[in-house]
């Protein structure tokens, strides 16, 4: 969907252009995609059996979503071998 499509969808009044309120639906529906975007990524980087990403899954669950990280692990992330989505 494109930009214009979700400006329309919050577009209450059809003026074209966003109040306040308007504008924080607008946010709310990216903030939805960009949540379900993560979600994906997380499901198919993630240990089927435990429910959680192994932190070597980090890295491309970052690549995955449209990041260039300059991967160095938190101190003390090494240590951890899952990350879980709650």
Request: aromatic share 8%; with cysteine.
């Amino acid at each position: 969907e494109d930009l214009r499509d979700h400006v329309m969808e919050v577009d209450e009044n059809g003026s074209g252009q966003l109040d306040f309120r308007e504008f924080l639906r607008l946010m709310r529906l990216y903030r939805e995609k960009e949540l379900h975007k993560i979600r994906t990524v997380f499901d198919k980087c993630k240990d089927q059996s435990r429910d959680q990403m192994p932190v070597r899954m980090l890295e491309k669950s970052l690549v995955g979503l449209g990041h260039d990280p300059p991967f160095q692990l938190l101190p003390g992330m090494e240590k951890q071998k899952y990350i879980s989505f709650d």
